[in-house]
């Protein structure tokens, strides 16, 4: 169905019992994707979430931090969690993979780019048709955000993380930026207009993410973190 179809469809008169069926079949392919994911992931152990964008090629720098982070994350015993696609999502997963480590992928099918990647654990792919559910994954079974340059994924992913954590709705859990190029327009830009001009977050919340440039003080970070911490589920 095209994007023009789909408009016109969302316009046209239905009856409730068309409406009552669609949505209850609906509810259970929600359902079933609820169930197989927290199923599946409930026995994987720490972990860390590798973000960043599915069209950063195998020679970007940003590629290869992102396979080093994989790498001294899996050193630690944590095990990494990325979108299951190419890109840094594939770096990610090959850093944990190669040095022997859980390597976990919850993938998404979209009409362009994405795609699984070879370096997931065979039984620790997840398909998923909804965002939403796919989100809750990552937040219910992650231990930690090692967020490198993406797009409005990745975007989109991070500040559900930072609003979850600023209004109490699941545990703290530590957030990194890794890129200070690609990250620091846009941290100016909060603590210049959201913070000073317009009070729109309070300067704690700058506390809430640390902007680092090297895969070692990301991995850090995270361990640092839970020198204090048991680590156990955000919610």
Request: aromatic share 14%; charged share 25%.
């Amino acid at each position: 169905m095209t994007s023009e179809e789909k408009i016109r469809s969302a316009f046209e008169n239905k009856d409730w019992q068309e409406i009552k069926v669609t949505d209850s079949w609906q509810i259970f392919k929600i359902m079933a994707e609820f169930v197989d994911g927290f199923e599946k992931l409930a026995k994987i152990g720490p972990c860390v979430t590798i973000y960043g964008s599915a069209r950063t090629p195998q020679t970007h720098r940003y590629y290869q931090l992102a396979e080093q982070c994989g790498k001294l994350l899996t050193d630690r015993g944590y095990g990494v969690i990325t979108g299951g696609g190419p890109g840094i999502m594939e770096a990610g997963n090959k850093g944990a993979h190669t040095n022997g480590g859980k390597s976990v992928g919850l993938n998404i099918e979209l009409p362009f780019e994405q795609f699984h990647n070879k370096y997931i654990d065979h039984n620790k792919l997840l398909e998923f048709d909804y965002f939403f559910v796919r989100k809750v994954m990552f937040m219910k079974y992650s231990q930690g955000f090692v967020v490198l340059p993406g797009g409005f994924g990745t975007m989109d992913e991070l500040f559900e993380a930072l609003t979850l954590i600023q209004t109490g709705k699941i545990a703290r859990f530590p957030i990194v930026l890794v890129g200070v190029d690609y990250w620091g327009g846009l941290i100016d830009w909060i603590k210049g207009t959201m913070l000073q001009k317009e009070h729109n977050i309070h300067e704690e919340d700058l506390n809430l993410f640390r902007l680092v440039d090297t895969a070692e003080e990301a991995a850090e970070h995270i361990f640092r973190f839970y020198d204090k911490y048991v680590l156990k589920p955000n919610f």
